[in-house]
């Protein structure tokens, strides 16, 4: 079945950590994105990536870090940079809309990121 | 740029009745998509219904409509016949080429379903 991927679903980090969320998708898609979701505060966009090798940053991006080397893959980084990490990441894809095509994002199941 | 304004932070309603989520939207692109996503507990997010800004006719999908007005740039989601397990948050979002067509969302309206 085709989907979306993220891993690990809870993770625990410590002050002054990185750590890496990770995204796999099989749905051939180019476009793929990362969004923070805190409570009250919908989905605000940290990174995006609409073919390989190439990422944008979103709203969000201080204290982030993504790569997209393989078209399947888009993991995001946590830097220690990033002051108030703990909230829901959530990673989506799509195929990227042009004219009057636009098209529904997938999402994966969500991680949910906690800094003991 | 895109905006997405969703007014309600929270909704009740009573099982089997009717309930409207707003939704209003601002962008200057004239070819855009509206989305409205349902969020369980969970943490999934679930796609419920699409329209596009050149659909003539208002979207339905089962117990799910659009009301599309587009004058007034809103796109609420009405949900009939409401059941225990629609309680969840739900999401107004949009694309536009304007916005490299990357979603945008708003921040959610709570809803819960009483019986």
């Known amino acids: 079945d085709g989907g979306i991927t993220q891993s690990p679903k809870y993770l625990f980090r410590k002050e002054g950590q990185n750590v890496t969320l990770s995204c796999e998708q099989n749905?051939?898609?180019?476009?793929m994105y990362w969004y923070r979701q805190d409570p009250g505060q919908g989905l605000r966009l940290i990174y995006y990536?609409?073919?390989?090798?190439?990422?944008q940053k979103g709203d969000i991006a201080e204290g982030y870090s993504v790569s997209r080397e393989k078209k399947e893959s888009f993991p995001l980084t946590v830097t220690s940079a990033q002051k108030n990490p703990t909230a829901f990441y959530l990673c989506a894809s799509s195929i990227p809309g042009t004219g009057r095509f636009i098209t529904e994002a997938f999402f994966g199941q969500g991680t949910r990121l906690t800094v003991v | 740029a895109q905006k997405i304004t969703q007014t309600q932070p929270g909704m009740f309603v009573q099982e089997k009745e009717a309930v409207t989520l707003d939704c209003t939207y601002d962008?200057?692109?004239?070819?855009?998509?509206l989305f409205w996503y349902k969020q369980p507990s969970s943490g999934e997010m679930i796609f419920l219904i699409y329209?596009?800004?050149?659909?003539?006719q208002n979207a339905t999908e089962g117990r799910y409509s659009l009301n599309f007005q587009k004058a007034r740039k809103s796109a609420n989601l009405v949900i009939s016949a409401s059941q225990l397990g629609d309680s969840a948050m739900y999401f107004c979002a949009m694309t536009a080429a304007g916005g490299s067509y990357i979603p945008t969302f708003g921040r959610g309206t709570s809803l819960i379903v009483h019986p």
């Open positions: 749905l051939n898609h180019d476009a």
């Open positions: 962008t200057s692109d004239q070819s855009y998509g």
């Open positions: 329209q596009g800004s050149y659909d003539e």
């Open positions: 990536s609409q073919i390989v090798n190439d990422f």
